[in-house]
């Protein structure tokens, strides 16, 4: 289903806090880490530029897309 919001995955094997710093090296609005975890937890930490928000895998997007606005 489509909310309006990019996702980016990155599969690469490399070691989890490796894939993190270097997504953090890229400066995105947010990121999400989803390991077995969250998963099993079903708790997620949305991390922005300038804050953590703690919400659940069920409204994560509803959490972002009042921070994002739609090009017109």
């Known amino acids: 289903m489509k909310k309006g919001v990019r996702v980016v995955v990155d599969r690469n094997s490399g070691s ?13 609005f947010a990121k999400v880490v989803i390991g077995q975890k969250e998963a099993q937890d079903g708790q997620l930490v949305l991390q922005l530029r300038d804050r ?14 009042p921070m994002i606005s739609v090009p017109v």
């Open 16 to 28: 989890l806090s490796k894939r993190v710093l270097f997504a953090h090296r890229l400066r995105p």
């Open 52 to 65: 953590k928000v703690n919400c659940s895998i069920e409204n994560l997007v509803e959490q972002i897309q």
